[in-house]
């Protein structure tokens, strides 16, 4: 009865331990495979459309659309300041085009025809679950993975709940930021549209910049030793022109994401 007790007991720590909500992400594959070269995918949305139940509201679905897009273009920069190689818009939609795969091939199948037919170490799949307006803020559900075409595993797999504040003056509409405004003006946006854009550019900033810089430079291993974003985290861009991160659950994740 004594062992019957303790064998119990090891499995309940073993799957409390499975379910640890503290997991951190580590870079050491990235370290023993030296990948250089990174082939965006793209970007996978599942952000729920008006257009649903009301097709007819052509600038709400519009806005989001354009928020996407601007989300795929601005992830090849911090990958490039880190000092990757990041296959071109061309080439990569050659890619696609060519690979066909869908979009839980991307997420779980076999990467290796990547490095072996086209020359990429490691391939990106950015997926929005989720952009929504809600109580005066702007919330977006992002999942990062970059995923090796050497091991399919995953070098770096990372979700984030990104809040942007909006506040609003006496009679509940939104006030023009001025960064927003000077985002605008730049991109020729509207508001609502640069809101989300600037967002989703500071939260890529931020998420991908956390990776080893490149093997191919020669500061590659000097952060060896650097605790990586947390598995699941919080990223709030507030009024000052800061972020404020923090970590979240999988239950806050999936129940912002996907409820």
Same mark, same amino acid.
């Given at each position: 009865?004594?062992?019957?007790?303790?064998?119990?007991?090891?499995i309940?720590?073993?799957?409390?331990?499975?379910?640890?909500?503290?997991?951190?992400?580590?870079?050491?594959?990235?370290?023993?495979?030296?990948?250089?070269?990174?082939?965006?995918?793209?970007?996978?949305?599942?952000?729920?459309?008006?257009?649903?139940?009301?097709?007819?509201?052509? &600038?709400?679905?519009?806005?989001?659309?354009?928020?996407?897009?601007?989300?795929?273009?601005?992830?090849?920069?911090?990958?490039?300041?880190?000092?990757?190689?990041?296959?071109?818009?061309?080439?990569?939609?050659?890619?696609?085009?060519?690979?066909?795969?869908?979009?839980?091939q991307?997420?779980?199948?076999?990467?290796?025809?990547?490095?072996?037919?086209?020359?990429?170490?490691?391939?990106?799949?950015?997926?929005?679950?989720?952009?929504?307006?809600?109580?005066?803020?702007?919330?977006?559900?992002?999942?990062?993975?970059?995923?090796?075409?050497?091991s399919?595993?995953?070098?770096?797999?990372?979700?984030?709940? &990104?809040?942007?504040?909006?506040?609003?003056?006496?009679?509940?509409? @939104?006030?023009?930021?001025?960064?927003?405004?000077?985002?605008?003006?730049?991109?020729?946006?509207?508001n609502?549209?640069?809101?989300?854009?600037?967002?989703?550019e500071?939260?890529?900033?931020?998420?991908?910049?956390?990776? @080893?810089?490149?093997?191919?430079?020669?500061?590659?291993?000097?952060?060896?030793?650097?605790? &990586?974003?947390?598995?699941?985290?919080?990223y709030?861009?507030?009024?000052?022109?800061?972020?404020?991160?923090?970590?979240?659950?999988?239950?806050?994740?999936?129940?912002?994401?996907?409820?």
């Amino acid at each position: 009865m004594k062992r019957l007790y303790t064998v119990i007991l090891l499995i309940t720590v073993v799957f409390a331990g499975c379910k640890s909500e503290k997991k951190i992400n580590s870079y050491s594959d990235i370290y023993s495979e030296r990948p250089t070269t990174i082939y965006i995918a793209p970007v996978i949305d599942n952000a729920i459309r008006r257009e649903v139940k009301y097709p007819k509201d052509a &600038a709400y679905n519009n806005e989001i659309n354009t928020a996407s897009a601007y989300l795929n273009q601005t992830l090849a920069a911090p990958l490039l300041k880190k000092g990757y190689y990041v296959v071109g818009s061309v080439a990569s939609r050659e890619i696609a085009e060519a690979t066909k795969m869908s979009n839980k091939q991307l997420r779980n199948g076999d990467m290796k025809s990547f490095g072996t037919d086209y020359g990429v170490d490691a391939v990106l799949i950015v997926t929005i679950h989720r952009w929504r307006e809600k109580n005066g803020e702007w919330i977006a559900c992002l999942e990062y993975q970059l995923r090796s075409t050497k091991s399919n595993v995953d070098l770096q797999h990372t979700w984030v709940i &990104a809040r942007k504040r909006v506040p609003t003056n006496l009679k509940g509409d @939104p006030v023009v930021m001025k960064n927003d405004v000077k985002f605008a003006k730049r991109f020729d946006f509207d508001n609502g549209t640069a809101q989300r854009c600037f967002l989703v550019e500071k939260v890529n900033d931020y998420v991908l910049r956390d990776l @080893p810089i490149s093997s191919l430079k020669r500061q590659f291993e000097d952060d060896i030793y650097k605790n &990586a974003n947390p598995t699941y985290m919080t990223y709030i861009w507030t009024e000052d022109g800061s972020a404020d991160v923090g970590t979240c659950s999988v239950e806050e994740f999936e129940e912002i994401a996907f409820l």
